[in-house]
């Protein structure tokens, strides 16, 4: 299985500037044992911090937000997130910050809401970007890789 931080360190030593970052969905399986694949904290720790950027959040889970900043926080990593509350595409309509260099998308198994993620963050997107969609590849998660394929496509 790959290992978030190993792909994050492969693109460091070619990122000249600070990463904003994009989430959909924050992490909320933590411990040791989930280390290796928290995607919230492997952003953070790997990409964010490393260029001294930041990482919005956008989760519609309270307790999964409190969880993540909580864990977070325990690792020196919160200052470099903010969080949304809500729907992620209803958040998006209104907020989408400019200047984006990296999206993950992860907030539902569900194809049409990760393109409507897509599509809403499309126009806030710098050339050169980095997007990643969360289980692409998985055999379980036929609908993810439909939106990469869709997206690689249109691109």
Known sequence: MIKLKDVFKEWIDK?????LGLETGCSFMWGDKFESYISTFNIIKYLIA?????????EIN???IALCKRELAKRGL?????FL????VENLKTFPPDHINF??????????HAMSEFNCIQPALVDNYILCVDDYGSQNSVKWQAVSKIIKETF
Do not use: F
């Not at 490393?50 to 956008?58: I, K, N």
């Not at 509350?85 to 992620?88: A, M, P, Q, R, V």
């Open 78 to 82: 919160g200052e470099y997130i903010d």
């Open 62 to 64: 309270e307790d999964r």
């Open 85 to 88: 509350c809500g729907d992620s």
């Open 50 to 58: 490393p260029t001294d950027g930041h990482l919005y959040s956008l």
């Open 15 to 19: 990122i000249d500037h600070p990463i």
């Open 103 to 112: 999206v993950w998308l992860d907030s539902l198994e569900d194809a049409k």
